[in-house]
């Protein structure tokens, strides 16, 4: 069955045709409210022995959103070297950055000395930093044998992931940091972007019993994964239901050891998904006849800017808002710009595969549209430029309702400025 027809989540159609006509059609929106809500209701995460909340910054690493959280006191989650220059660039102090990632890059020696602190992944990053920096006081990212996900590609825990070291290998880890004197201060554990707080918590306790094994250890990072609401019908995680077993636990830990360890969390797209849309234009519209015919919505945007529902099948609410007023409604299916058929907005739920449809107001070719819930891992997870179309602008709304660029639209000669064209000699061999 279609989903029901949805209005903008903090936009009026005022505030739309203003966005469509000041920075053109398609344009994310973020909301400043919105963001520092999700920041507080972060900060209030149940602990003991102190809290640090770090925004995993892949989930929308635009400048003005990391300086509104650093401003916030938030520290950041970078997930390779570029990330975590994009954040000093931005302005953030390198002592607040912490790289986890699966490519540990080439100057990262640089980096621990800046005071970025750094999460060693694998066994082989444990060895090189042990043989660049020996006595180094870096962090280590496990895998603790447990996933969660919403689907298997969400899913960073477990056999089948290659994220963090396994942790049955433990003994292999201890012989690194004993060979080059390494003094380990932080255990890091992530499992997926799930929604089942009772995995969660359990792969808290299996964390605990790592940092049992590694007495210098004086902070525990159990990640993010907090599952977001995005349609009406989705439930977001409760960070107070999820953290107050967890604070028990450190508690109970600090008890029986003496050890009041330092607790770590990194959400994303708690933080940002619901505080981004993504305002476009119904270019085109077209249909198929028969018993399986479809009414197709064409879009001036796709996985060019929103690749989740392609990649996972994932839900985003769609608005259509009509030019001329009426409560007339229809069945669509919306698909984007792109010359590729897996450019789908509304596919059935975790099935990218499978074409779903959703009852709109009735639509034409000029009306806006808005995505809701676009706020993380769109515009920093794209297909950039496929079809040569630039990338979107990005707008930001602030506490009194104005809008602000915080990001210019993509001119054609910016995505070729760095071909090179070989001479006639070399083409013709």
Request: charged share 20%; glycine share 10%; aromatic share 8%.
């Amino acid at each position: 069955m279609a989903a029901g027809w949805t209005s903008p989540r903090f936009l009026s159609a005022d505030d739309v045709e203003e966005i469509r006509r000041d920075y053109g059609s398609p344009t994310f929106v973020y909301d400043v409210k919105t963001l520092r809500d999700s920041a507080s209701e972060a900060l209030a995460f149940p602990q003991s022995f102190g809290l640090t909340v770090r925004y995993a910054m892949k989930a929308s690493p635009n400048a003005t959103i990391l300086m509104l959280f650093d401003s916030m006191g938030l520290h950041f989650d970078a997930s390779s070297g570029y990330e975590a220059r994009r954040a000093i660039l931005a302005g953030v102090a390198p002592s607040k950055i912490s790289i986890s990632t699966q490519e540990l890059p080439i100057n990262f020696g640089e980096f621990l000395q800046d005071g970025v602190e750094i999460n060693a992944c694998s066994i082989s990053q444990l060895e090189r930093i042990g043989q660049t920096i020996p006595g180094a006081s870096i962090g280590i990212r496990f895998n603790p044998g447990l996933g969660s996900g919403g689907t298997g590609k969400t899913n960073v825990g477990g056999p089948s992931s290659s994220f963090g070291i396994w942790h049955e290998l433990i003994p292999e880890v201890k012989a690194v940091v004993e060979m080059y004197q390494l003094n380990i201060i932080r255990i890091h554990t992530h499992i997926g972007s799930g929604s089942d707080p009772a995995v969660w918590q359990k792969v808290s306790g299996m964390s605990l019993d790592i940092v049992r094994q590694f007495p210098s250890v004086t902070t525990l990072n159990l990640g993010g994964g907090y599952k977001v609401g995005r349609m009406s019908y989705e439930k977001s995680t409760d960070l107070v239901a999820v953290g107050a077993p967890v604070k028990e636990a450190f508690e109970a830990f600090a008890n029986e050891t003496g050890r009041r360890l330092h607790l770590e969390i990194e959400p994303g797209t708690f933080l940002v998904a619901n505080a981004g849309c993504l305002v476009c234009t119904i270019q085109d519209m077209t249909r198929t006849l028969g018993n399986e015919g479809h009414e197709f919505l064409k879009l001036d945007t796709g996985m060019t800017e929103l690749l989740r529902p392609s990649l996972y099948g994932s839900q985003h609410p769609v608005s259509v808002l009509p030019r001329h007023t009426s409560s007339a409604t229809s069945q669509y299916v919306v698909v984007g710009h792109c010359c590729e058929s897996g450019d789908l907005v509304t596919p059935a739920p975790d099935q990218p595969e499978v074409i779903g449809e959703r009852v709109t107001l009735k639509a034409s070719i000029g009306d806006a549209c808005v995505i809701d819930g676009t706020g993380a891992y769109c515009s920093g997870m794209s297909t950039k430029n496929y079809n040569s179309f630039p990338e979107a602008a990005e707008v930001i709304k602030d506490l009194k309702g104005h809008f602000h660029p915080i990001r210019k639209r993509q001119e054609l000669e910016q995505i070729i400025v760095n071909e090179v064209r070989p001479s006639g000699a070399a083409l013709l061999g």
